[in-house]
C-alpha cells in the first residue's frame, strides 16, 4: 500500500489493520507516551479548498509523531496544475518530503499525484470521496457500538463524496448502508455497483428518509452543498426539504441509534441544533478519531 487515494481500492484485512493501529495508537496518545516513529519526516499538505479538520488533525498528528507537516494553499504555488503541471509538482515535492497530502476539486489530480510521486499520496477529500473522513467514521462506530459486522448507517442527504466513501467502506467491512436522498441527489449507480459487487446488498438507496432510518444504527448526514457548490445553495435547500435529521425524523429509527456528521454542519438546514447537541450524538468523537486514523495512517506509510 503505497497510498491512500480510495477505500475501494483498500482489501478489507489493510482496512483492518488500520483501525487495529488507529484504536494502538489512541491508547497511547491517551496515556501520555509518544510514538516517534517519523522523526525528522515532512508531510507537504497541499490544500484547494477551506479546511479546519483535515488541516488541523493531519499537522497535529505529523508534530505528535516527531515529523512536521507545510501547509499550502493553492496561491502559493500558483494553484494546483495551473503554474505547471500535476506531474511536475508530484515528483518536485517527492524530492522534498516523505508525503504528500491533497485536497482537490478533481479526483483525478489527486490520483495523477499518486501516479508520479515517488512518496506516498493521500487524499484528503476530493469531489469523488472522502476516504480519512469514512475511516474515522468506521473506528468511532467501533468504540461505540463494540463491532461493525452488520451494523446499519443509514445516510440522509445529499449522494456526495461523503455517502460515496461511507458505501465502500460499508461493503469492505461487512456493514449496511440506507441512503435516502431526493431525487437527482441520490448516489450515482456505478458507485452503488461498485460496492454491491464487492459485498451483495450492502448499499440500497430510498427517497424515504423514514424507511431508511428504521433498524438503523447510526443516522448519518452530511451538508447538502458541498464546497464548490455554493451558487447552487438556495436551489438545494428547496430540493432537499422534508431531508433534514431532526427529532420528528428520529421517531421512526431505534432510540438508541447514533447521530453522524462529518461537519461542517449547517445548523437549521440538515440537521437541527437539538440533534447536533443531544446525547446519541457522537459528532465530536468523530471529529477526534480523524486524528487518531491519521496517526495510523502516516505511521503506515511514512515510516
Ligand atoms: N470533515 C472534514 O473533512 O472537515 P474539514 O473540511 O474541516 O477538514
Ligand atoms: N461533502 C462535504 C464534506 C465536507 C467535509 C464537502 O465536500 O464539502
Same mark, same amino acid.
Given at each position: 500500500?503505497?497510498?491512500?487515494i480510495?477505500i475501494n481500492?483498500?482489501s478489507?484485512?489493510q +482496512?483492518n489493520? &488500520? &483501525?487495529?493501529?488507529?484504536?494502538?495508537?489512541?491508547?497511547?496518545y491517551?496515556?501520555?507516551?509518544?510514538?516517534l516513529?517519523?522523526?525528522?519526516?515532512t /508531510?507537504?499538505?497541499l490544500?484547494?479548498k477551506?479546511? &479546519? =479538520?483535515?488541516r488541523?488533525?493531519?499537522?497535529?498528528?505529523m508534530t505528535?509523531?516527531?515529523?512536521?507537516?507545510?501547509y499550502?494553499?493553492?496561491?502559493d504555488?500558483?494553484?494546483?496544475?495551473? =503554474?505547471e503541471?500535476?506531474?511536475?509538482i508530484a =515528483?518536485? /515535492?517527492?524530492r522534498?518530503?516523505?508525503?504528500?497530502?491533497?485536497?482537490t476539486?478533481?479526483?483525478?489530480?489527486v490520483t @495523477?499525484l499518486?501516479?508520479?510521486?515517488?512518496?506516498p499520496?493521500?487524499?484528503?477529500l476530493t469531489d469523488?470521496?472522502?476516504?480519512? @473522513?469514512?475511516?474515522?467514521?468506521?473506528?468511532?462506530i467501533?468504540?461505540?457500538k463494540?463491532? +461493525?459486522?452488520?451494523i446499519?448507517?443509514?445516510y440522509i442527504?445529499?449522494?456526495?463524496n461523503?455517502?460515496r466513501s461511507?458505501?465502500f467502506?460499508?461493503?469492505k467491512?461487512?456493514?449496511? +448502508?440506507?441512503?435516502?436522498?431526493?431525487a437527482?441527489?441520490q448516489?450515482?449507480?456505478d458507485?452503488?455497483k461498485i460496492?454491491?459487487?464487492?459485498?451483495?446488498g450492502?448499499?440500497?438507496?430510498?427517497?424515504?428518509?423514514a424507511?431508511?432510518?428504521t433498524d438503523?444504527?447510526?443516522?448519518?448526514?452530511?451538508?447538502?452543498t458541498s464546497?464548490g457548490?455554493?451558487?447552487?445553495?438556495?436551489?438545494r435547500?428547496?430540493?432537499?426539504e422534508?431531508f433534514q435529521v431532526?427529532?420528528?425524523?428520529l421517531k421512526s429509527?431505534p432510540?438508541d441509534a447514533?447521530?453522524m456528521?462529518c461537519l461542517?454542519?449547517? =445548523?437549521?438546514?440538515?440537521i437541527?441544533d437539538?440533534?447536533?447537541?443531544?446525547d446519541?450524538?457522537?459528532?465530536?468523537d468523530q471529529?477526534?478519531?480523524?486524528l487518531?486514523? @491519521?496517526?495510523?495512517?502516516?505511521?503506515? +506509510?511514512?515510516?
Amino acid at each position: 500500500m503505497k497510498d491512500f487515494i480510495s477505500i475501494n481500492s483498500c482489501s478489507s484485512e489493510q +482496512l483492518n489493520e &488500520l &483501525l487495529d493501529l488507529s484504536i494502538e495508537l489512541k491508547k497511547l496518545y491517551k496515556s501520555g507516551d509518544r510514538d516517534l516513529c517519523l522523526a525528522g519526516k515532512t /508531510l507537504i499538505m497541499l490544500f484547494e479548498k477551506p479546511s &479546519l =479538520r483535515t488541516r488541523m488533525s493531519f499537522q497535529v498528528a505529523m508534530t505528535n509523531l516527531g515529523g512536521s507537516g507545510i501547509y499550502v494553499k493553492p496561491e502559493d504555488i500558483g494553484g494546483i496544475g495551473k =503554474r505547471e503541471p500535476v506531474k511536475d509538482i508530484a =515528483r518536485v /515535492l517527492s524530492r522534498y518530503a516523505h508525503g504528500i497530502m491533497a485536497r482537490t476539486f478533481e479526483h483525478d489530480t489527486v490520483t @495523477q499525484l499518486a501516479k508520479y510521486a515517488q512518496v506516498p499520496v493521500i487524499n484528503a477529500l476530493t469531489d469523488w470521496s472522502h476516504p480519512c @473522513q469514512a475511516m474515522a467514521d468506521v473506528l468511532t462506530i467501533r468504540e461505540h457500538k463494540g463491532k +461493525l459486522n452488520g451494523i446499519k448507517i443509514a445516510y440522509i442527504g445529499d449522494g456526495n463524496n461523503m455517502a460515496r466513501s461511507l458505501a465502500f467502506v460499508c461493503a469492505k467491512l461487512d456493514m449496511k +448502508l440506507a441512503l435516502a436522498a431526493p431525487a437527482g441527489y441520490q448516489l450515482d449507480d456505478d458507485s452503488i455497483k461498485i460496492a454491491n459487487d464487492v459485498a451483495p446488498g450492502t448499499v440500497t438507496s430510498t427517497n424515504d428518509p423514514a424507511c431508511a432510518v428504521t433498524d438503523a444504527d447510526i443516522v448519518y448526514t452530511d451538508t447538502w452543498t458541498s464546497m464548490g457548490q455554493e451558487d447552487e445553495k438556495q436551489k438545494r435547500i428547496k430540493d432537499f426539504e422534508g431531508f433534514q435529521v431532526n427529532t420528528e425524523l428520529l421517531k421512526s429509527a431505534p432510540k438508541d441509534a447514533k447521530i453522524m456528521h462529518c461537519l461542517p454542519a449547517y =445548523r437549521g438546514l440538515e440537521i437541527t441544533d437539538e440533534v447536533i447537541e443531544s446525547d446519541n450524538s457522537i459528532i465530536f468523537d468523530q471529529s477526534e478519531n480523524r486524528l487518531h486514523f @491519521q496517526r495510523a495512517l502516516l505511521k503506515k +506509510l511514512l515510516s
